[in-house]
Structure formats: C-alpha cells, structure tokens
C-alpha cells in the first residue's frame, strides 16, 4: 500500500466519524426541541426542528473553531476553560455563567488534584517556552 492510500483510507474514517458525531448531534438537538415545545405546549413543525439543529451543529463547529484558536494563540495545544469561556466575550450574561460554572467545578475539586495541576501548568510553562515553535500549523 502507498502512503497515499493510507491517508485517503485516514480520511473517509474521519468523515466518517464527522458524519456519525454530526447525526447524532442533530439527533439530539431535534429531541430536546421536541422535549421542549412539548413542556411549553407548543407544537413546533419538522422543517423548523431541522433548522434548529443545523443552526446548532453549525454554532458548534464555529464554537470548536473558535476554542481552538484561542488556545493556540496562548502557545498552549490543549484548549482550557478560558479558552470556552473567552468565546462567549460577546455575551456578558453567558460568559458570567460560564465563569460562575467554572468557579464552582474548581471549588469541588479535591485539593490534591489543584495542586498536582498547578505543578502541571508551572511545568508545562516552562517546557512551552522552549517547544511554541513546535506547534504545527491547521
């Protein structure tokens, strides 16, 4: 086998997934709208249900995209609560929430892990400084 068709083999189970992770999440975003009309007494027609989720999907992957380049613009390859919480900048009220949520996962997680983490970062700072040309290109 060539190196070529081992990357195009890579590429259709990717879209592959893509289209799976893709179904499922319109799946769900077409039961939630349905849960939801229903508790509002509310009928709601498939076409508008459809839109809803292609609207969502979208959202997401623009969210995902977003994140992302967040995070690399901080030299770091992982995205972080910041980073999510950076992309809701343009909604004060969301980005608030956002924060309180994230002040309370911090608050109940075990104080073991905090500082096992915070010797993570202070290593991964110092390693960073060294590898940010490393950081490939998307």
Same mark, same amino acid.
Do not use: W
């Given at each position: 086998?060539?190196?070529?068709?081992?990357?195009?083999?890579?590429?259709?189970?990717?879209?592959?997934?893509?289209?799976?992770?893709?179904?499922?999440?319109?799946?769900?975003?077409?039961?939630?709208?349905?849960a939801?009309?229903?508790?509002?007494?509310?009928?709601?027609?498939?076409?508008?249900?459809?839109?809803?989720?292609?609207?969502?999907?979208?959202?997401?992957e623009?969210?995902? =995209?977003? #994140?992302e380049?967040?995070?690399?613009? %901080?030299?770091?390859k &992982?995205?972080?609560?910041?980073?999510?919480? !950076?992309?809701?900048?343009?909604?004060?009220?969301?980005?608030?929430?956002?924060?309180?949520f994230?002040?309370?996962l911090?608050?109940?997680?075990?104080?073991?892990?905090?500082?096992? =983490?915070? #010797?993570?970062?202070?290593?991964?700072? %110092?390693?960073?400084? &060294?590898?940010?040309?490393?950081?490939?290109? !998307?």
């Amino acid at each position: 086998m060539q190196g070529g068709n081992v990357s195009d083999i890579d590429r259709e189970e990717d879209d592959s997934v893509s289209e799976l992770l893709r179904d499922r999440f319109r799946l769900s975003t077409i039961s939630i709208a349905e849960a939801e009309a229903k508790n509002n007494g509310m009928d709601i027609s498939e076409p508008i249900i459809a839109c809803v989720a292609d609207l969502a999907f979208r959202y997401a992957e623009h969210l995902a =995209k977003d #994140v992302e380049l967040f995070s690399q613009h %901080a030299g770091r390859k &992982t995205v972080t609560m910041e980073d999510v919480i !950076l992309s809701a900048h343009r909604n004060e009220h969301l980005a608030a929430s956002m924060r309180s949520f994230s002040n309370d996962l911090k608050a109940k997680e075990p104080q073991s892990e905090r500082k096992r =983490k915070k #010797v993570l970062r202070k290593e991964e700072k %110092a390693t960073t400084s &060294t590898c940010a040309a490393q950081i490939p290109d !998307l």
